[in-house]
């Protein structure tokens, strides 16, 4: 195998990068599948003829079916010299069509358009002919199910029983944004009501059709079915629409008002409990405590007495079974009262007593803990799961733990030998049995150790642990514990910062070096310096991500490191005790959000649904009227968001309907696929699915009129929920030679009265105010508001910092009105009197530029008369292009070049005699400034110097002269503080007495 894999990837390494990561699975499936082909022996003729067909269609992409083929053919060619007649393997075939948006199984498009005009646009008059009213009412009813269906994205006509089952008081009730949700733990899934959903629910639960509803809801949806198909349909339509089953109506009713392509990609998402979805879309903290964990006490392992190996416990095992099969049989309900169970358990405890190798040690006593107290997630298991358990961890102990020496060996050849155990379960769901036997045997002292976050599994649809913390809180945590603190904690909110907002797993952050950090380039790049956990995971996380403030601690902690480790390579974070800090800060976020399940992790599961939503905004070009609570933070405002979008341009990799949200949020997160992210990672997706596929619902007037009906004051709430459709909508219809669609319905064989035209009007609703009317009508609900926390006031007088006098200047020279300008930056303008510089900073250029308005902030206080004579020397050399030829000039330079925080430089000067006295005078200065010298020969005699350092690739270079334009007016502004406001006392002044020598 490692031969073949060696040679195979020799032969393509020119092949394109995801054409090479195919090469392993296509040699694996002919080593399962085929391994005579790999063999010395001489094959058949038709032997790789054969293969081929199969081997092509298990390919998923073209770049996998591209490297099938390659490796047929390398196969062959090698194969054929003890093979003469050997045929060559068929040209590759194209791969297999996609899915298609509507297949074959979803109802034909006509009957779904058809059907919901008569959902949005019912007939003139209800109910049946010759049927009774209360089937009538149940034909109404099952519409305005429908309509809840249609309106909220519900698919599973299993989900719609079970909304109707739950009562009034599990729902949960928003009033800014207005809005109705509910989770189904059963279901695993979450339901979103709009509007008209929460209308019709708040109209709905206190009438008596309400009990029908909850216990038959599929009847309702039937007879009202019936009366479409028999009352305003030709016979030869309804004996078409008769045959279509309540299921395949509910699936496909809102197949066109969905977004299809996001229907079909994120269709899948791990919901949030309801106590962190009510703290991340309104900012309550309600208690959210971890779920309880069961187990047998941990005790020590005893030391194996003549029992070395698994198998020599083979009788052993299938007592164990027998055991349990028994009790399946005598006890199939499971009942825990019964005798049989306890005297099961009692059989079970005894076999854990008998002397055995250690590893069935292991599995036995964690099948004994299940079968005593359940797992995490359920109380009790099933006789029949814990035998599916014991096979797979039989098949496990088997592969990775054949002899009693394997825990002997150190932890990165135990985890390697874990490793491959989990590689020989196709099945995500036995490898994820495994891990949680894995982790039950971590509790145990003496075993080897063994980080599980290293070991790579295939994705599941396993349930997790989802958690999700709003922006807006995590800062005002991270704000709140650093206040006061010294450097460690400092550094701790920083790591914590990095989890937060650039998704970095805690050994990454922890490893992280500070060279891998350019601000130049705006990339925080993961390495594969240390072994990581996929090959994914060296990748390249673009600065633009995260948010200003968090950059320029991040500069910091990065100059910090350069001065410790005298201006050499460093980690970012070292000397300090980490297992502390995370605990103390972990503690005080728990407290704090009131979640006794968060842990660090969790930051990185938030990242991950902070830069969906933020991608997906600008995607789909999305504008919320109004915000959770979650989206009130300047990560989703439009500056930030105006910078990704430049940055991802400039990358190459434009914003667009089509832009591959998962998969480039999967490639940052440094997962194996998009699959994995979606399945366990992003949290939001239901409500942001919703969001963007909302389309506005128009509606009959009488419908909207009866669901408001509570009072005498229905036709004044009508004037303020329903809104008419312009006359010229109606006509455009006409014009273009079609049935208008927003008139009122025409019904073949509708003979009955029809009521008003007024009333069979059709018009599009005002959410906000009907959802204000469904939400204070709703008993019983759990109703919450947005927080909205007050803005922080920003004094009158106030020294601003330099970032913050740069936006200003920028502000002015847009042509701001004075009004948007603070009071001291206009009284230093009207003084002020040369032009204001204008200084434009790319996406690309902004990591540089924070980390240069950070170097000057914190040496500004410090600055000497001769470090800003520097600037101005620097100022006027570059202006002038030429090289800086007097000693004193060059001295000037480097002062300034220290003022900008400019570091690790390399100054090139040149001459005739790199020995002579002024040659060696030069390279003191500059080396007593802590840059380095690059001598660069020349048949001049002078000594001379570059004003740009030596290969210096500093992106803010060409915009040098505008920079000290700003900093040179950032002084002037500084000084005139006094004069502006003599209350003032700024410590940005120069103190008295420091002479320009200082």
């Not at 390398?74 to 093979?83: P, R």
């Not at 209360?134 to 299993?158: H, I, P």
């Amino acid at each position: 195998m490692r031969d073949w894999l060696a040679y195979f990837e020799s032969r393509l390494a020119l092949e394109p990068r995801r054409v090479r990561e195919a090469i392993p699975d296509a040699l694996a499936w002919l080593t399962q599948h085929a391994p005579k082909t790999l063999g010395a022996a001489p094959l058949p003729d038709s032997a790789l003829a054969r293969v081929a067909g199969k081997l092509y269609r298990t390919a998923t992409t073209r770049d996998a079916l591209t490297a099938y083929h390659q490796v047929l053919l390398l196969l062959w060619e090698q194969q054929v010299l003890n093979s003469p007649s050997l045929r060559q393997p068929e040209v590759w075939r194209p791969l297999p069509p996609d899915t298609p948006t509507v297949a074959q199984y979803h109802l034909p498009v006509g009957w779904v358009e058809r059907l919901t005009a008569d959902l949005l646009r019912p007939p003139v008059s209800n109910g049946f002919v010759g049927h009774d009213a209360q089937q009538a009412d149940a034909a109404t009813c099952g519409r305005w199910l429908l309509v809840v269906a249609w309106e909220s994205g519900v698919e599973s006509l299993a989900i719609l029983k079970a909304m109707c089952q739950v009562p009034v008081s599990e729902w949960v009730g928003f009033q800014s944004p207005a809005a109705l949700s509910l989770y189904l733990p059963d279901e695993a899934t979450r339901i979103w009501l709009g509007p008209v959903g929460s209308a019709l629910l708040s109209y709905l639960s206190p009438q008596p059709i309400w009990a029908t509803l909850k216990r038959h809801p599929e009847a309702c949806i039937t007879a009202w079915l019936e009366q479409v198909t028999q009352c305003y349909v030709v016979p030869w339509e309804g004996k078409q629409l008769a045959g279509i089953r309540i299921s395949e109506l509910v699936r496909d009713i809102g197949l066109l008002a969905r977004s299809i392509g996001l229907r079909g990609i994120w269709a899948s998402y791990t919901p949030l409990p309801d106590p962190v979805m009510i703290r991340s879309f309104t900012g309550h903290c309600l208690p959210v405590s971890a779920p309880k964990s069961h187990g047998l006490p941990i005790m020590p392992l005893p030391a194996t007495e003549g029992r070395a190996t698994f198998l020599q416990d083979a009788e052993l095992h299938r007592q164990l079974r027998a055991c349990l099969s028994e009790y399946q049989r005598v006890n199939p309900q499971d009942r825990r009262q019964r005798r049989s169970y306890r005297q099961a358990q009692q059989q079970l405890m005894a076999l854990a007593q008998q002397p055995m190798s250690r590893a069935s040690l292991l599995a036995v006593r964690w099948l004994v803990a299940l079968f005593t107290h359940g797992s995490a997630w359920k109380a009790k298991l099933a006789a029949s799961t814990l035998l599916t358990y014991h096979s797979s961890l039989t098949r496990f102990i088997k592969t990775a733990w054949p002899e009693e020496a394997v825990f002997a060996l150190p932890a990165e050849a135990f985890t390697a030998c874990c490793q491959s155990g989990l590689a020989s379960f196709e099945q995500a769901e036995s490898q994820y049995t495994v891990l949680r036997f894995l982790q039950f045997c971590q509790r145990h002292p003496g075993m080897p150790t063994l980080d599980l976050e290293e070991l790579t599994v295939l994705s599941a649809q396993g349930r997790v642990r989802a958690n999700y913390l709003a922006p807006a809180d995590f800062d005002e945590v991270c704000l709140r514990f650093a206040r006061g603190k010294g450097r460690f904690e400092q550094q701790i909110v920083l790591f914590m910062q990095l989890c937060y907002y650039a998704g970095l797993r805690e050994d990454e952050a922890l490893s992280l070096q500070c060279q891998a950090i350019s601000f130049d380039t705006g990339i925080l790049y993961i390495t594969p310096d240390k072994r990581r956990k996929t090959p994914h995971a060296v990748r390249k996380i673009p600065l633009a991500l995260l948010p200003p403030s968090v950059v320029k601690a991040l500069s910091a902690q990065c100059d910090a490191q350069w001065i410790r480790h005298a201006a050499k390579p460093a980690p970012l974070f070292d000397d300090w005790h980490y297992a502390s800090l995370e605990t103390q800060f972990i503690n005080f976020l728990r407290e704090a959000m009131n979640d006794t399940t968060l842990v660090t992790h969790s930051l990185r599961h938030s990242c991950a649904n902070n830069w969906t939503v933020m991608l997906s905004m600008l995607a789909f070009d999305y504008h919320p009227v109004s915000r959770p609570y979650f989206l009130r933070h300047a990560l989703f405002e439009s500056a930030q968001l105006g910078g990704i979008r430049a940055m991802l341009a400039a990358l190459g990799s434009p914003v667009s309907l089509y832009f591959p949200v998962l998969e480039w949020v999967s490639e940052r997160l440094g997962h194996a696929g998009p699959a994995t992210t979606l399945t366990i990672y992003l949290h939001l997706l239901d409500w942001l699915v919703l969001q963007l596929s909302a389309t506005p619902c128009r509606l009959v007037k009488r419908d909207v009129r009866q669901w408001i009906a509570s009072s005498n004051y229905s036709f004044e709430l009508q004037k303020q929920v329903f809104v008419n459709l312009p006359t010229r909508e109606v006509d455009a219809c006409r014009t273009a030679g079609s049935e208008p669609r927003f008139t009122e319905p025409h019904y073949i064989e509708d003979n009955r009265r029809a009521l008003p035209q007024s009333d069979n009007k059709v018009g599009e609703i005002v959410p906000d105010a009907l959802l204000s009317i469904a939400v204070k009508r709703l008993v019983g609900c759990r109703r919450f508001t947005v927080i909205d926390k007050p803005p922080v006031p920003v004094a009158k007088n106030t020294v601003l910092s330099f970032s913050l006098f740069a936006l200003e200047v920028r502000n002015a020279c847009q042509g701001s009105a004075d009004r948007d300008l603070l009071p001291c930056f206009l009284a230093w303008l009207q003084q002020y009197e040369k032009a204001l510089p204008l200084l434009t900073v790319t996406a690309r250029h902004q990591p540089a530029w924070l980390r240069l308005c950070q170097s000057l902030e914190g040496a500004w206080p410090f600055r000497t008369r001769l470090a800003l004579r520097g600037l101005s020397t620097l100022y006027h050399c570059y202006r002038r292009g030429e090289p800086i030829t007097a000693i004193r000039n060059l001295n000037r330079v480097l002062y300034g070049y220290r003022l900008l925080g400019l570091q690790g430089l390399t100054m090139a000067i040149s001459g005739h005699d790199r020995q002579s006295a002024t040659a060696r005078t030069w390279r003191r200065v500059i080396e007593r400034h802590g840059y380095q010298v690059e001598w660069i020969s020349s048949e001049r005699k002078r000594v001379s110097a570059a004003v740009k350092p030596y290969r210096f690739a500093w992106p803010l270079w060409s915009a040098m002269p505008a920079i000290l334009d700003l900093v040179m007016a950032y002084e002037d502004y500084c000084r005139s503080l006094p004069q502006i406001s003599p209350s003032l006392k700024p410590g940005l002044l120069l103190p008295s007495g420091q002479n320009e020598h200082d």
